[in-house]
């Protein structure tokens, strides 16, 4: 495979992954980690006698995350690859009214923070001014969805960290939030480019942004409270609780991502318990820009629900906006 097939692959590859995640993360949700069954076991399908957390959806389908992260995905593309944030802000509002890209067009799982915004948006405020600004208000409900971005990016470090903090203010404006949109952002760019060491370079790009831009003294002040503690050590499992605050989220995907193989670090993400569906989407992103579409396991890939609906199409617009 030559270079520019290796990046489509792997492109395709962290869709799928965040895809593959999300659904697989799906029926174990809100479980605390010591009533799921085996790493082993954990499956689209739960073992036998493992109550499902939504009984009345197939396995293999994606939640909130997974539809939201498409609407990124498919408003990028109509754009020649630049965030319209009116535009993306829509394309949410059309998921949580009418199931546009949920599979079966149906919605579930919906984030209550996420639910407030978009209400606001319905009634006229302006996308860039529907986040929640409030410390209480950092969820994961942003940084499930904002892989996309990478998929497509073309540009600087720079533009991919604005365009990060940008998409979040829809539903989550806090800077914390938009850091680690930003954060996680890099760190998938970085594993696509097959940089050395993505993690700790992208702890360093982003502290290096922050330090030369006084207006962002808020991102700074979040970053050295909440990622540079932990930044540069390898994480234990005791460090990650799979909630779903969005710094709990980011750190818990790293750890699952620890792991080479990707579906082991799918499970080790739903391992954690509580929102295992958002744990395992954002480190199914990363697993699989590292193995690309072509190496992923061929069962998870087929018993992916929505590809028909939703899914094909998408890919083959990003396989024209690279070849
Ligand atoms: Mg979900």
């Known amino acids: 495979m030559n270079r520019d097939a290796d990046l489509l692959d792997r492109r395709l590859g962290g869709l799928y992954g965040l895809l593959i995640g999300d659904a697989l993360g799906v029926p174990y949700e809100f479980n605390e980690p010591e009533c799921l069954p085996s790493l082993e076991s954990l499956g689209y399908q739960p073992p036998a006698g493992f109550k499902r957390t939504y009984p009345n959806i197939a396995p293999g389908t994606w939640s909130d995350d997974g539809a939201q992260a498409l609407c990124l995905l498919e408003s990028l593309l109509k754009h020649q690859g630049r965030l319209d944030l009116e535009d993306f802000a829509q394309s ?8 546009h890209m949920a599979v079966d067009r149906l919605v579930f799982d919906v984030g209550i923070q996420s639910a407030q915004s978009l209400q606001l948006l319905s009634d006229g405020h302006p996308a860039s001014q529907c986040g929640g600004t409030h410390e209480r208000s950092n969820g994961n409900g942003s940084l499930m969805r904002v892989l996309p971005l990478v998929l497509l990016h073309r540009g600087s470090d720079t533009e991919l960290i604005e365009r990060a903090h940008q998409q979040s203010l829809v539903t989550h404006a806090h800077a914390r939030s938009q850091m680690c949109c930003a954060l996680y952002c890099l ?31 808020d991102h700074l002040h979040e970053y050295q409270q909440c990622i ?52 395992a989407c954002i480190a199914g992103g990363i697993a699989g820009i590292r193995c690309g579409l072509s190496r992923l396991p061929k069962d998870l890939v087929s018993g992916l629900r929505g590809q028909e609906e939703w899914l094909l199409s998408l890919c083959e617009g990003i396989r024209e906006a690279f070849l």
Request: glycine share 6%; proline share 3%; with cysteine.
């Open 92 to 99: 949410l509002w059309a998921w949580y009214q009418q199931g």
């Open 187 to 217: 760190w998938a760019w970085y594993e696509l480019q097959r940089t050395a060491e993505p993690w700790a370079t992208a702890v360093q790009t982003l502290e290096t942004y922050y330090a030369t831009k006084p207006l962002l003294k």
């Open 228 to 279: 540079q503690p932990f930044a540069l050590k390898s994480l234990n499992r005791s460090d990650c609780t799979g909630t779903g605050y969005v710094v709990d989220s980011l750190h818990s995907a790293r750890w699952a991502c620890q792991s080479g193989d990707f579906l082991d670090v799918i499970r080790r993400a739903i391992s954690l318990g509580h929102d295992t569906d958002t744990t």
